[in-house]
């Protein structure tokens, strides 16, 4: 009951502080963010969101994302909207107050303003390729808690196996970690009607044919279909493919034939499409992504490690990093793990070995170290939003330099898996420490950690390294290494000029989101 009275009071203290629940339009979450759509973002603020103990930053992007860490978000999240839902019957709609064209503007009518110029400069960059993978975050992030809890599973499962402990468990362990995994293509179909504008279920339905011991007994291509061919991908066509079928048989079907016609049309045409069409391209991609992943690494591991490892950073900034997640995804249905998520990890470690440098680099700015030390743990953890936006991001320099901290930490995780010691996760999302429970490989689980844990700790000290040395210029130490009252408008304290002008994830959105850079 604690535990509840904690995350209402939370969501109670963040409400009144984004403009009350009738300046609220949407409301959503990833792995770490409570996502929020917002009638007027003039009515929020900012620095009295951040300094909301249970908030650890705020990002300001096609929604106004507030940062909670995983866990805490899903659980703040229902009782936010349940005093969303309290507050609309009682409180009246924003609306702008009348102002005097002749009056000098106040304050706060120039933030106004400046939030008019973010929204416009985000119109102008929504552009359809960035909607587009919006929509693909939107699809799979949901899918993020279910591929965590059953790699986790089926990492234990496989550790039981190797130990030879425990053998009438690991069956049922087996079916759980796998179970989620056979039907994924149905969940796929399902959030992409859903996404799309169609009826999630007959998605779903179009998107199982796909699973379907049966289709072994189909001849297509001058083959025989294996049931999963095609996998997510497929699944994801297949789903698109009957929203345009239904939404066609909406328009042209009687009302009154229309809830015997339209289902029957959408999943026989989508069907067969998909039976003799889909599953066979579908699967030629996803074969090709595989096979090009695994060659990728086996002939390029180190210096492909280095440039994943460096931009990773930078891909999320932008949102294309969640172009990834489908890859991710179809990896992990072909061999078990991604072989992509590690390297991408070591994003996070030179993000982690900036911070700390800045810490120490900063001794006097009582403001930024306060931020770095409560944020540090996150990071250690996956988490990387507090570090981003309120350390590396708006100083510019340690950026750059956390992003070198992560390309020498993916080269040393791409070099082994040059010589063959492939490291990968069984699940997407998170990152840091908390992807130890989820790693697997082809040489044991003993040199597949080692690996890994060998790349977290030089993306650390070249994080480090890299930021003590040059990540500061002497004007950038003269103006910051002072001390500073926490309101002050310093970088840590007010990253909302960098924000407005980058791309979130998530499912992160990360989501992510991927949630853990």
């Not at 535990?3 to 009738?22: C, F, M, Q, S």
């Not at 303003?113 to 909607?131: D, I, V």
């Not at 009154?256 to 391209?281: E, H, K, Q, R």
């Amino acid at each position: 009951m604690a535990t509840e009275d904690k995350n209402r009071a939370t969501a109670a203290a963040i409400l009144p502080l984004v403009g009350g629940a009738a300046n609220v339009s949407s409301i959503a979450h990833c792995m770490t963010r409570l996502r929020l759509g917002l009638r007027d973002r003039s009515l929020v603020q900012d620095e009295a969101l951040k300094a909301v103990p249970a908030v650890m930053g705020v990002v300001d992007d096609d929604t106004y994302q507030i940062v909670l860490g995983p866990g805490t978000v899903a659980r703040v999240t229902p009782e936010f909207e349940k005093l969303v839902e309290e507050g609309r019957a009682s409180e009246p709609a924003p609306a702008p107050s009348p102002a005097d064209p002749s009056a000098p503007l106040t304050a706060e009518e120039l933030a106004a303003q400046g939030a008019e110029m973010k929204a416009a400069r985000k119109a102008k960059n929504a552009t359809p390729f960035k909607l587009f993978l919006r929509r693909i975050a939107n699809i799979f992030v949901p899918l993020i808690p279910a591929l965590i809890g059953c790699g986790i599973i089926a990492g234990l499962n496989g550790l039981l196996v190797n130990l030879e402990w425990l053998p009438s468990v690991t069956p049922a362990l087996a079916a759980m970690a796998s179970g989620f995994m056979a039907l994924i293509a149905v969940f796929v179909g399902y959030n992409t009607a859903k996404e799309f504008g169609g009826t999630p279920i007959l998605g779903g339905a179009v998107a199982a044919i796909i699973v379907f011991p049966g289709v072994a007994n189909i001849e297509a291509f001058g083959q025989k279909l294996s049931p999963g061919q095609g996998g997510v991908l497929g699944a994801l066509g297949a789903a698109v493919l009957a929203v345009y079928v239904e939404k066609w048989c909406r328009r042209w079907v009687p009302e009154a034939l229309d809830v015997l016609v339209t289902p029957t049309l959408t999943v026989l045409i989508s069907g067969l499409v998909t039976i003799f069409g889909l599953m066979y391209v579908a699967g030629e991609v996803s074969t090709a992504i595989g096979t090009f992943a695994n060659w990728l690494l086996s002939n390029g591991g180190a210096g492909a490690g280095l440039v994943l490892g460096g931009f990773f950073l930078p891909l999320v900034m932008l949102g294309l990093h969640q172009a990834l997640i489908p890859i991710h995804t179809t990896l992990i249905e072909q061999q078990g793990y991604t072989v992509l998520l590690p390297i991408l990890a070591m994003a996070g470690a030179g993000q982690v070995g900036a911070a700390i440098a800045v810490y120490f680099r900063l001794p006097r700015n009582e403001s930024i170290r306060k931020t770095i030390k409560s944020a540090l743990p996150a990071g250690f953890l996956g988490v990387g939003e507090p570090l981003i936006y309120g350390v590396s991001l708006p100083l510019g320099r340690p950026f750059i330099t956390a992003c070198v901290g992560g390309a020498f930490g993916g080269a040393f995780v791409g070099f082994f898996n040059q010589l063959g010691d492939a490291v990968g996760s069984t699940a997407i999302g998170p990152s840091g420490w908390a992807l130890f429970p989820l790693l697997d490989g082809n040489h044991g689980l003993g040199a597949t950690i080692a690996i890994y844990a060998g790349g977290l700790v030089v993306g650390y000290l070249a994080g480090f390294v890299a930021t003590y040395f040059f990540g500061f210029s002497k004007d950038l130490l003269t103006e910051f290494n002072v001390s500073q009252e926490p309101s002050a408008t310093t970088p840590a304290a007010d990253p909302a000029p960098v924000t407005a002008t980058t791309t979130a994830s998530g499912p992160d959105a990360p989501a992510k989101e991927p949630a853990g850079v």
